[in-house]
Nanobody
């Protein structure tokens, strides 16, 4: 499975970005997917996850109410709509596929990872 994340960039605080993650190869729509992020000097942290049918979602407390995760299985693509961005949201964002169909939040629940896309929020 190959994952290609895109949509990152530089935005002012309060602005919005939409990340996309396109899956290719031996893909399966029967897996949950998620977004993690990693800022310089910090550990990779959970951002959001979505179940294989897109019915169930899960968010980190820090992004709840501002970010929305979604997926289109017909296009093998997952999205992360990020609104009201803050400087502390600046990080490399990674998309990933889960080992199970659920919306999981632990690193160990995920196996395939994309290359990451940089999000920078200026104050």
């Amino acid at each position: 499975v190959q994952l290609q994340a895109s949509g990152g960039g530089l935005v002012q605080a309060g602005g919005s970005l939409r990340l996309s993650c396109a899956a290719s190869g031996r893909t399966s729509s029967n897996n949950g997917m998620g977004w993690f992020r990693q800022a310089p000097g910090k550990e990779r942290e959970f951002v959001a996850a979505i179940s294989w049918r897109g019915v169930s979602t899960r968010y980190a407390d820090s992004v709840k109410g501002r970010f929305t995760i979604s997926r289109d299985n017909s296009k093998n693509t997952m999205y992360l709509q990020m609104n009201s961005l803050k400087p502390e949201d600046s990080a490399v964002y990674y998309c990933t596929t889960a080992r199970t169909p659920v919306a999981a939040s632990s690193l160990s629940d995920y196996n395939y990872w994309g290359q990451g896309t940089q999000v920078t929020v200026s104050s």
